[in-house]
């Protein structure tokens, strides 16, 4: 995170922004959960009609990040690869892909080649991913429409890209020169299925400026 200092009107600013570095290298871990369940209570809500049942997915994505090259706006090309997988999935209390890449019995898994793939794709110092340049699709020989082909489609369509590397806790570019009490916001929608969606405002506060060797 760049935060440069300067005077003005004798309170200090920062540039709230990613400053990338070329040839760098940084490992994530990324953990996803989501759930949702019914249940029917009563007397009368009884009988096969009326079966409780939950649904849960959970992914946890280990990846490494190289940056190749950064343009004069600041905008880094990364490429990036996948080392480890977790993957979980749950419908109706049935468990249709339980995957871990580091269990040596699933390495014969369709799911194993995804590991050491991946995609190469542009950051902007905002966060955001700006293009999307290449993607790395493992060969592997699934039914399509199965559980799996889903899975492997889904890790890599490019929403899914978009939402993992997408630091939405940043300003906008046209708005990211701020001071100590200044505050941005954004809106996140979540998605509930069959019982709707919903819009939230996240609102983040500036509440510090400190200066770094001298800057």
Request: glycine share 8%; net charge negative.
């Amino acid at each position: 995170l760049l935060t440069g200092g300067c005077a003005r009107l004798g309170e200090e600013t920062a540039t709230v922004a990613l400053r990338f570095t070329d040839q760098d290298t940084t490992a994530y871990r990324l953990t996803t959960q989501a759930e949702d369940s019914i249940k029917f209570e009563g007397a009368s809500l009884k009988g096969p009609d009326f079966k409780d049942s939950r649904n849960y997915g959970e992914i946890e994505l280990t990846f490494t990040q190289q940056i190749q090259s950064v343009n004069e706006q600041g905008n880094a090309v990364a490429k990036i690869t996948i080392d480890h997988l977790k993957y979980l999935l749950v419908r109706a209390d049935e468990t249709l892909l339980d995957f871990d890449s580091a269990r040596e019995k699933d390495s014969n898994s369709p799911m194993a080649k995804l590991i050491g793939q991946g995609y190469t794709l542009e950051i902007t110092p905002a966060g955001e991913v700006s293009k999307i340049i290449d993607v790395s699709r493992p060969r592997t020989e699934v039914e399509a429409g199965s559980v799996v082909a889903k899975v492997i489609s889904g890790l890599f369509s490019p929403q899914a890209i978009n939402e993992r590397h997408s630091n939405l806790a940043l300003p906008p570019s046209s708005e990211n020169r701020l001071e100590a009490g200044d505050t941005w916001s954004n809106v996140k929608g979540v998605s509930f299925r069959a019982m709707g969606s919903k819009a939230y405002e996240r609102v983040y506060k500036l509440k510090q400026v400190e200066h770094t060797n001298g800057k």
